[in-house]
């Protein structure tokens, strides 16, 4: 049975993680994010329930659907993700299919950051350990 639905919304806390100091989508590579993504959804075939799911390292800054600037970048002759296609919504093919290459960036840009892991963020570490091989 599929699973959807978001139960466990990032809280403020780690939404501040991201506007503080990420500046660039996680997707496209192109700046101004404006959503962010659970890697791990209800929906994806790798979820384990549980409070874990809330960790900062389960959560991607992407653009929602094109760069803010699309029509412009599209003018100069560029294309691809963020540009003619969304990175967000009506994605998740993508999203799903990346889901480890995600989870290492996240934690890259988490490193970089100094951030520090709490209790929560370990256990979806360990959780999810067989996804950063």
């Known amino acids: 049975?599929?699973?959807s639905g978001l139960r466990n919304r990032f809280s403020q806390e780690t939404r501040s993680i991201w506007e503080l100091d990420w500046h660039e989508c996680m997707v496209c590579g192109l700046n101004q994010w404006n959503?962010?993504?659970h890697i791990i959804s209800p929906s994806s075939r790798y979820y384990i329930d549980g409070k874990h799911n809330e960790s900062a390292y389960n959560?991607?800054?992407i653009h929602n659907y094109k760069h803010p600037s699309a029509d412009i970048l599209k003018q100069r002759g560029y294309s691809g993700q963020?540009?003619?296609l969304d990175c967000h919504i009506g994605n998740d093919a993508y999203l799903h299919s990346h889901i480890?290459?995600?989870l290492k960036k996240t934690a890259y840009a988490l490193d970089r950051m100094w951030y520090a892991s709490d209790?929560?963020?370990r256990e979806f570490l360990k959780v999810?350990?067989?996804l950063y091989k």
């Open 1 to 3: 049975m599929k699973r």
């Open 35 to 37: 959503v962010l993504h």
């Open 59 to 61: 959560s991607c800054p």
């Open 82 to 84: 963020g540009v003619d």
């Open 100 to 102: 480890p290459e995600l």
């Open 119 to 121: 209790e929560n963020d």
């Open 128 to 130: 999810y350990a067989h």
